[in-house]
């Protein structure tokens, strides 16, 4: 249904148009672009240990938008958990451990638009009561061959 006005024109039409134009431009003539692209996995996670802590160690990734790197941990098998968000320009991690369990770890990278990258490869350690250092857990890596990280 249009409204005529008294000339005979579609009055009702043109001002539909013109709302349409006003809430689809919202005001703003330019065209924004929203940042999807993750960045690149974290490369060349591993982890060592001695009596107290865990250490880990990084290839710092190269975006130029990156904002952090999250650090992800589970427990003996257990539940993933998030246990630390880091700066850019950190590529090195260190927990305090309880002895005696197998720790696994997992790094991904955020950009400065909040997308998180795939998971690192994946580094177990197991931290053991050996004074003066801990053993390494081999792990299976991508393309299946079995080594320690």
Not at 85 to 108: F, K
């Amino acid at each position: 249904m249009s409204i005529r006005n008294m000339s005979g024109g579609f009055l009702g039409i043109l001002i539909a148009v013109g709302m349409l134009g006003f809430v689809a431009g919202c005001g703003d003539d330019q065209a924004t672009s929203v940042d999807t692209t993750p960045p690149a996995a974290p490369a060349g996670l591993r982890a060592s240990s001695n009596y107290s802590d865990i250490y880990l160690r990084w290839s710092a990734n190269s975006e130029a938008d990156l904002a952090g790197y999250n650090v992800y941990s589970a427990v003996d098998g257990g539940t993933v958990e998030l246990v630390a968000v880091l700066p850019p320009t950190s590529t090195r991690y260190q927990q305090t451990c309880e002895r005696d369990h197998q720790y696994s770890y997992e790094i991904t990278a955020i950009d400065q638009s909040a997308n998180e990258s795939a998971a690192s490869q994946q580094v177990a350690i197991m931290h053991d009561s050996q004074p003066g250092g801990g053993s390494r857990l081999p792990v299976m890596d991508p393309n299946g061959d079995l080594g320690a990280r």
